[in-house]
């Protein structure tokens, strides 16, 4: 990506050798950002509009989330109608609420109208119902009825992510009607890989590849050379299930269709990209309880995000402390069980924590179901007696030399074994149960399999010592 300085403003290409706007980590070049931020200082539009318009849209977003946040509106201002709207769908969720927050309806109109449908979607479905409709009001009839279609959709479906312009032909037409067609009309998507066939009320009959097309002489029909969609998307599908179509398939590109089988729209491998991202993003931050946080949220926002997780970790980790409190006498007695009581819970923890983030991941992408998950819980119960037996061995060697005590040794060998089998069932069993309920299991599995693992390991422990050593 190439951008030029002003000679008189002492603005020269930040590198001579690479044009790219990135360094070798990925982020965004120091010297280049300096040269923007002055340029906003100075409002120096020219050289922003050689140097930041010609970006691609994701490489506009990345500016927009390194540069301060005084500076976002300002370059945005500054560069009027060459700011390229489609780039808000490239930052984070409250940074692009920011930027809008401070722009008319009138200017957000305006862009949109520029926009493919499902960027504008994007943007539009996270403003609030009254600014919606007063920005659609704005918009041509035909655009305005497309997008308040999309936005019915429930959230996260294949409808709000699917993009309503798409080529469509009647069966009866010819190849060379067709090309012809493409040809002359304006209003095409910029670019497409397949042309749907349809009836005269919308209903989807099959699909036609451009390649197909173009190997096709000009007076066969249509409806000769066209095939069944390969699986159409029904608007209301929920968009990580329409991504593992893609994934399962390797499609380029689906139709979506309505409940009367109607085309709708069309979803394509850039919009599903975007999901596998986002799905998995949001499946990371959930097992880590910290919800839809973005780096760009600040300390309120953030604080809010976290505080209901960890006070429910806070009650569970008194459940664990009231195990712990059980066995107040045999640690009093026995300073080592203190000492070595917190590897057999971390263990446990650990080892349950492999297994339920492979299970949620498992769970998402459908590789688990009714037909195999017998077969997995035999096999992560086989790899918690495994483990557990190598892990009760190497520590009982390690706790008896330590404390000069074999009986020590092996009594935590007996509770490591026990903790790892009950971490590994844990971690299976809890995630397919809470799906089972209809509860997310990225969500909530985490902090149930953590209070499992630290309770049996405490009692376990603990138990087994006081039983052996006869303490009261």
């Not at 990925?26 to 318009?53: E, H, K, Y």
């Amino acid at each position: 990506m190439t951008y030029s300085g002003e000679d008189d403003r002492n603005r020269s290409n930040p590198s001579d050798e690479d044009n790219d706007i990135y360094t070798e980590d990925g982020s965004i070049r120091p010297d280049f950002l300096a040269l923007v931020g002055a340029a906003i200082a100075d409002r120096d539009i020219i050289f922003l509009r050689q140097n930041v318009t010609r970006l691609h849209e994701s490489e506009i977003g990345d500016l927009l989330e390194s540069i301060m946040p005084d500076q976002r509106l300002a370059l945005i201002r500054l560069l009027g109608d060459e700011f390229d709207m489609t780039a808000l769908t490239e930052v984070d969720e409250a940074i692009r609420l920011e930027i809008v927050d401070q722009l008319t309806n009138e200017q957000i109109a305006a862009a949109i109208g520029e926009l493919d449908s499902d960027d504008a979607v994007y943007i539009l479905e996270d403003l609030d119902q009254e600014d919606q409709e007063e920005i659609l009001a704005k918009l041509p009839f035909t655009e305005r009825v497309r997008l308040r279609r999309a936005l019915d959709y429930p959230e996260s479906s294949a409808g709000r992510r699917m993009q309503t312009e798409f080529v469509a032909v009647p069966p009866f037409w010819t190849v060379g009607q067709t090309i012809d067609y493409m040809r002359d009309e304006e209003e095409l998507p910029e670019s497409f890989t397949q042309i749907f066939v349809i009836d005269p009320t919308f209903k989807l009959l099959g699909v036609v590849d451009l390649d197909r097309i173009l190997r096709t002489k000009r007076q066969v029909k249509i409806e000769a050379i066209m095939r069944e969609t390969n699986h159409p998307i029904p608007a209301v599908m929920d968009q990580e299930e329409a991504a593992q179509l893609f994934e399962q398939y390797d499609l380029l590109s689906a139709a979506v269709v309505d409940d009367n089988d109607r085309l709708v729209g069309v979803l394509t491998i850039d919009d599903v990209v975007d999901v596998i991202h986002e799905e998995a993003d949001e499946d990371i931050k959930r097992l880590g309880g910290v919800g839809d946080e973005e780096l760009s949220d600040n300390v309120v926002s953030t604080v809010r995000s976290r505080f209901a997780w960890l006070f429910i970790n806070l009650g569970t980790a008194m459940i664990s402390a009231s195990v712990i409190g059980l066995f107040d006498a045999s640690i009093e007695k026995m300073i080592a069980l203190a000492v070595l009581m917190p590897i057999v819970a971390s263990m446990g923890g650990n080892a349950g924590t492999q297994t339920m983030t492979v299970t949620v991941r498992a769970l998402a992408t459908r590789d688990l179901d009714i037909y195999n998950a017998g077969r997995i819980i035999r096999r992560e119960a086989s790899v918690g007696i495994i483990n557990g037996l190598m892990f009760a061995t190497l520590l009982g060697l390690i706790a008896g030399l330590w404390f000069q005590n074999y009986q020590l040794g092996m009594v935590i060998g007996a509770a490591m074994i026990i903790n790892l089998i009950a971490a590994a069932l844990a971690g299976i069993l809890l995630p397919l149960l809470l799906d089972k309920l209809g509860a997310d299991p990225a969500i909530a599995s985490s902090v149930f399999v953590t209070t499992v693992t630290d309770c049996t390991g405490f009692f376990a422990f603990l138990g087994i010592a006081t039983w052996w050593f006869g303490i009261h």
